[in-house]
């Protein structure tokens, strides 16, 4: 990287020129931009030569404020301009204005929206959809739409937004919305770091004391000042005995119970967009499957089960009878009573737990009690590969000894 000494102050109405993650950007004046900080990607690698090409265009911006007639709304004509040969290659298929990223987006999640779980799709509109709306508009300019991701968000998320506007490129070549011989997008994500799940998969289960101290914390909790969260008890109690999706006990109703209690199906769950409870079919692989009882489930449900309900009824439910917010939980319930023990029976600096962590010390456990891994991605709705290399936790693992 080109190294250039800028320990001085620009002056003011100056447009300055500096380097981010090895590609150029120009620093337009903060004073027209209501003490904002705004930078023009012009889309060109920290070299000697393209910084003379950054200092004119510097220059240009200048002159322009000088004399009146930079719009500061408009950077389009500073902008890079792609090769004419390339200019004509995307444009909609419907009407003559070129289709931009965003329309392309938008077009990709018309199409997907059927096939897609409410929440996914929510993510995809919403989380995503509020990065892509600042990228450029123009398809073609990858490397560009990439430097303005890492800067605005985090190498992870980067990695998502790139893998999806590829995929989405993709798509728009495949029905000939754009005229493309490749995606522009495509293995940039796969340029960019692991994600942080890929560089530290360990599961973040539960040893035995844990455990029994977890399960007592939220049994007893009950008539204390402030919130009551003992009602959770058996909600976390069945994530315990299931290892099941927190969402998929959440959704889950009688009638998905069989009448002697021997088993249980797991065909839906209910997470919360916007506020609201929504049902989503299917397992998050769009599975279906049915989960044997062992007798201290079985006898567990029994116990909780009404003498009468209705098969649409929740098994569990919040105070309010309604189903169960899952963020709220966490926050809230599960920080009230996890967190306290958690700090005194681990390390300072340890990572912190979810109700996610249930779901890791159902499978360890049944790994450590010798039950192979195939029968248990059945259960759990997962695969042997995911089991052998993410949920074997040693800490539950190390406190157990050879027969």
Aim: include cysteine.
């Amino acid at each position: 990287m080109v190294q250039i000494n800028q320990s001085q102050r620009r002056r003011k109405g100056t447009v300055g020129v500096m380097a981010s993650r090895g590609m150029l950007r120009l620093h337009l004046p903060r004073e027209l931009y209501s003490g904002k900080n705004t930078f023009l990607y012009i889309g060109l690698a920290d070299t000697l030569e393209n910084r003379a090409i950054a200092e004119c265009k510097a220059k240009q911006i200048e002159l322009d404020i000088l004399t009146g007639i930079f719009d500061p709304n408009d950077l389009s004509k500073y902008k890079p301009v792609q090769p004419q040969k390339h200019s004509n290659l995307v444009q909609a298929k419907f009407g003559t204005t070129a289709l931009t990223l965003q329309g392309l987006w938008d077009k990709y999640l018309s199409y997907k929206q059927g096939t897609l779980k409410p929440k996914s799709f929510h993510y995809l509109q919403t989380t995503l959809g509020r990065h892509i709306a600042k990228c450029p508009s123009d398809i073609l300019q990858a490397l560009e739409v990439r430097e303005v991701l890492l800067e605005a968000t985090t190498g992870d998320m980067t990695k998502r937004i790139l893998t999806h506007l590829n995929a989405a490129v993709n798509w728009g070549i495949k029905h000939r919305l754009i005229i493309l011989p490749v995606s522009p997008y495509k293995d940039m994500a796969n340029d960019l770091p692991k994600y942080n799940w890929q560089n530290d998969p360990a599961p973040n289960g539960f040893v035995s004391e844990e455990k029994t101290l977890v399960l007592q914390a939220f049994e007893s909790h009950r008539n204390k000042p402030g919130h009551c969260y003992g009602i959770y008890y058996p909600l976390v109690k069945f994530w315990l005995l299931t290892g099941c999706r927190p969402s998929e006990a959440i959704g889950l109703t009688w009638g998905n119970v069989a009448l002697d209690c021997s088993y249980v199906l797991f065909n839906s769950s209910i997470q919360f967009i916007d506020g609201k409870a929504v049902e989503s079919k299917g397992s998050k692989n769009n599975k279906h499957r049915k989960f044997p009882c062992n007798n201290e489930l079985k006898e567990f449900l029994v116990s909780i089960k009404p003498k009468q309900f209705d098969s649409k009824e929740l098994v569990f439910s919040s105070p309010t009878g309604e189903a169960i917010n899952y963020s709220n939980f966490s926050q809230r319930a599960w920080h009230k009573i996890v967190v306290p023990i958690t700090d005194k029976t681990r390390e300072p600096g340890y990572k912190p737990t979810t109700p996610y962590s249930c779901r890791d010390t159902f499978i360890s456990e049944q790994l450590a009690q010798g039950i192979p891994s195939a029968v248990i991605a059945r259960w759990c709705d997962t695969s042997e590969s995911i089991i052998n290399s993410h949920y074997l936790d040693n800490k539950i693992l190390e406190h157990l000894r050879p027969l």
